[in-house]
T-cell receptor, first 113, second 115 residues
Framework: GAGVSQSPSNKVTEKGKDVELRCDPI?????LYWYRQSLGQGLEFLIY????????KSGLPSDRFSAERTGGSVSTLTIQRTQQEDSAVYLC???????????FGSGTRLTVV | AQSVTQLGSHVSVSEGALVLLRCNYS??????LFWYVQYPNQGLQLLLK??????LVKGINGFEAEFKKSETSFHLTKPSAHMSDAAEYFC?????????????FGKGITLSVRP
């Protein structure tokens, strides 16, 4: 597609439930990134996929968070047993190379009640 | 590890006034630097980038930034603010490698423009 597509745009879930967030990057972009944006916290790196290399998971806050990227394209971020502190906007971005900068999606706003 | 510092969380200017948003970086080698803008309920949009070519970089919407190695700075400026410039602005840094790598973002600055 023309841009990075994220779904759903909004998600309200009950504490303790699992959620899946989807990211469809720009076709041909080899790198895909997930960030979390919380009020007053700026953008927090979560995970980064580059081609067929092992992902950089160094930013995942706990083992309740996981992500996969299938076929080098679509990515799913899964949060298990959601907690209220997981409420945030989850942003996905893709790029061809670092010098080009990222193209961001519009994000998924997750609210855990 | 690389980092960026954006001093202050909020800047307010009058329409037509100079916009200056500060960004200082910490890095052992001159990094790649980026400015992004985020409008309400939207993702981030790339304004401009420094990738070791010209030190004065021009971006979209009349913004520009100058890379100053001696000051470890990459401040964002616009000569004349417009109401539509009201948004949140993020500075970001990454190592100057050819491969992809993650961006490290500052905490962002909210720009308000007064009529």
């Amino acid at each position: 597609g023309a841009g990075v597509s994220q779904s759903p745009s909004n998600k309200v879930t009950e504490k303790g439930k699992d959620v899946e967030l989807r990211c469809d990057p720009i076709s041909g972009h080899t790198a895909l990134y997930w960030y979390r944006q919380s009020l007053g916290q700026g953008l927090e790196f979560l995970i980064y996929f580059q081609g067929n290399s092992a992902p950089d998971k160094s930013g995942l806050p706990s083992d309740r968070f996981s992500a996969e990227r299938t076929g080098g394209s679509v990515s799913t971020l899964t949060i298990q047993r959601t907690q209220q502190e997981d409420s945030a906007v989850y942003l996905c971005a893709s790029s061809t190379h670092v010098g080009s900068g990222y193209t961001f999606g519009s994000g998924t706003r997750l609210t855990v009640v | 590890a690389q980092s960026v510092t954006q001093l202050g969380s909020h800047v307010s200017v009058s329409e037509g006034a100079l916009v200056l948003l500060r960004c200082n970086y910490s890095s052992s080698v001159p990094p790649y630097l980026f400015w992004y803008v985020q409008y309400p309920n939207q993702g981030l949009q790339l304004l401009l980038k420094y990738t070791s070519a010209a030190t004065l970089v021009k971006g979209i919407n009349g913004f520009e930034a100058e890379f100053k190695k001696s000051e470890t700075s990459f401040h964002l400026t616009k000569p004349s603010a417009h109401m539509s410039d009201a948004a949140e602005y993020f500075c970001a840094v990454t190592p100057p490698t050819g491969a992809n790598s993650k961006l490290t973002f500052g905490k962002g600055i909210t720009l308000s423009v007064r009529p």
